[in-house]
C-alpha cells in the first residue's frame, strides 16, 4: 500500500488515481422546465430527482414533460449508465448529489442544474463512478470547487479535475458487487427504522385528534359538529373560525441571506422547514446580512405560534409549531412564515395541538393552491376561515397537557430509533468509502 494525494486515503499499489477529465465525459445541461411549441415533447429529470434518488429508473418515474430542441436531446439525452450530479444548491454540502441512471428511454434528457458523467468503458464503470461520488472523501473535492456567496454552483473545470481512485476494470466489478449487498442490507434495516418512526408519528396524530375532537371524557354527551371534517364533538364545545379565534396573522420577509445560519445573538431569518413535524427548529435559518436593517416587530419570541406558509411538499405546509424557549439567535419571520396570535379564547399549546391534528390538516389540505414544487401555499384568508373544535379554556389546558405526558412516553422511544439511524448512515457512508478506496482489501469483499 501506498499513500495518494487528493484526499484518498491508502489505495493498493496496482490502482491509478485520474482527474475525471480522463476517466469520462462530463456537460452541464441547460434544459429548463418551460414547453414551447416549437420543440419536441421530452420527459425531464430534474434536479429534486437527482437529489432524492440513488437511482433514475424513468420506466417508474413520473418525470416532468417539457420541451426541448433536437440538438438538446442529442446533447442531453440519457443513457443507462450515466452519472448525474447536482451542480448547484444553496448549501455547499449538496453539491455533487450523485444519481445513477438504470432505466431511460429516448425522450428522457437531463435537466437545469445539473451535470451528466459518462464513464469511459476502458477506465470506469458507470456504477463504480456513481459509488465513487456517494464517498464523502470523493465528494468534498467538488464542495471545495464550489463558487459562491448566497448559491453555490460547480464550475466545468471543477468537475473535470476532480481525483478519482481507479481500479482495474474487474475489481471495479467486484467493489460495486460488494456494495450492492452490503448496503441492501443496510437499508433494509434503516428502511425498517424509519417505518418505526412513521407508525409514532401515526399514533401521535391520532391521539391529537381524538383529544381536539373527542376532549378527555369517553362518557360525555355528543353532538354532530356541522363540519364533516370533525364529526361528533362533546356537546359542551363550541365550533368557531379559527379568523374569530385570532388577534392577527403576522407574515415576514425574505431579504438576501447567506447560507448558514445566525449565531447566538445575531439575526437570521427563518426557513420554511423551522416547524416541519410540528416541533420548532431555530437552526433553520438563514444569517441575515449585517448591513440589512432587521424589522423588529417581526422578531420570534418564546411563545409564538409558527405556521408555514408555503413549501415544496404539500404535506409540509400548514405545519404549526410552538416556541417554547427564547431562541439563541435574534431570529424574523420570513415571508413563507406566519405568526399566530391567539385570542384569550384559546390556549396556545392546544390550538398548535388542533392545527396539527388530521381533521385540521385535511382542511388544510384542501386550500393549498399550486402543484407539487414550491408554488404550493396557503394564503391568510384560508387559514382564517379554517374550522375548529372549541373547548372550554380549562379543558384546552388539560388537553395540552394530556398530550405532553403522552409525548414524553415516546420521545424516548423516537430519540433512540434516531441515534440508531444515524450509526447506520454513518456506517453505509463509511462502508462505501473503505471499499471505493481500498481499503477493504478485494479478497475480503469477493470471500
Avoid at 475489481?171 to 424509519?194: M, P, S
Amino acid at each position: 500500500m501506498k499513500i495518494r494525494a487528493h484526499g484518498l486515503s491508502q489505495l493498493p499499489n496496482h490502482w491509478k488515481v485520474l482527474p475525471l477529465k480522463f476517466a469520462a465525459s462530463h456537460q452541464v445541461s441547460n434544459i429548463d422546465k418551460h414547453a414551447h411549441d416549437n420543440e419536441i415533447p421530452v420527459r425531464l429529470c430534474n434536479y429534486m430527482d437527482v437529489y432524492k434518488n440513488e437511482f433514475i429508473d424513468a420506466s417508474k418515474m413520473n418525470l416532468m414533460k417539457a420541451t426541448a430542441t433536437e440538438h438538446e436531446i442529442e446533447r442531453f439525452r440519457l443513457n443507462v449508465g450515466d452519472v448525474i450530479i447536482t451542480k448547484d444548491s444553496e448549501t455547499w454540502e449538496d453539491i455533487g448529489v450523485p444519481a445513477l441512471v438504470i432505466q431511460s428511454g429516448d425522450d428522457v434528457v437531463c435537466g437545469y442544474h445539473l451535470a451528466i458523467l459518462r464513464g469511459r468503458p476502458e477506465t470506469i464503470s458507470g456504477h463504480f463512478l456513481f459509488r465513487c461520488l456517494q464517498s464523502k472523501t470523493i465528494r468534498q473535492q467538488l464542495e471545495l470547487s464550489a463558487k459562491g456567496v448566497t448559491r453555490f454552483g460547480l464550475p466545468q473545470d471543477g468537475i473535470g479535475k476532480l481525483q478519482l481512485p481507479i481500479p482495474p476494470l474487474k475489481e471495479q466489478h467486484d467493489v460495486v458487487e460488494f456494495l450492492e449487498r452490503e448496503t441492501f442490507l443496510l437499508d433494509e434495516l434503516i428502511a425498517e427504522k424509519n417505518e418505526m418512526l412513521v407508525i409514532l408519528d401515526r399514533k401521535r396524530s391520532a391521539a391529537i385528534t381524538q383529544l381536539v375532537t373527542q376532549g378527555l371524557d369517553p362518557k360525555v354527551r355528543r353532538r354532530p359538529s356541522g363540519n364533516e371534517s370533525l364529526g361528533d364533538i362533546p356537546e359542551h364545545w363550541n365550533v368557531r373560525r379559527l379568523k374569530y379565534l385570532l388577534e392577527g396573522i403576522q407574515q415576514g420577509w425574505s431579504p438576501q441571506c447567506h447560507n448558514f445560519p445566525a449565531g447566538e445573538g445575531e439575526f437570521g431569518v427563518l426557513k420554511t422547514g423551522c416547524v416541519n413535524g410540528g416541533i420548532f427548529d431555530e437552526s433553520q435559518n438563514k444569517l441575515l446580512p449585517v448591513d440589512v436593517e432587521p424589522p423588529l416587530d417581526i422578531e420570534v419570541n418564546r411563545g409564538d405560534i409558527l405556521m408555514s406558509r408555503a413549501s415544496g411538499s404539500i404535506h409540509l405546509i400548514g405545519s404549526v409549531a410552538l416556541v417554547k424557549s427564547m431562541p439563541k439567535a435574534r431570529l424574523l419571520l420570513s415571508d413563507k412564515t406566519f405568526r399566530l396570535i391567539p385570542n384569550h379564547e384559546m390556549n396556545p399549546a392546544y390550538l398548535v395541538l388542533a392545527m396539527g391534528s388530521n381533521c385540521l390538516r385535511w382542511q388544510i389540505s384542501r386550500c393549498i393552491s399550486g402543484a407539487e414544487g414550491l408554488a404550493n401555499n396557503i394564503t391568510k384568508s384560508d387559514i382564517g376561515n379554517l374550522i375548529l373544535p372549541v373547548p372550554p379554556l380549562s379543558e384546552q389546558e388539560r388537553i395540552a397537557d394530556e398530550l405532553s405526558n403522552l409525548e414524553t412516553e415516546t420521545e424516548a422511544i423516537k430519540f433512540a430509533l434516531n441515534e440508531t439511524l444515524s450509526l447506520l448512515s454513518d456506517k453505509r457512508s463509511a462502508l462505501i468509502t473503505a471499499a471505493i478506496t481500498g481499503e477493504i482489501p478485494i479478497e475480503e469483499m469477493v470471500a
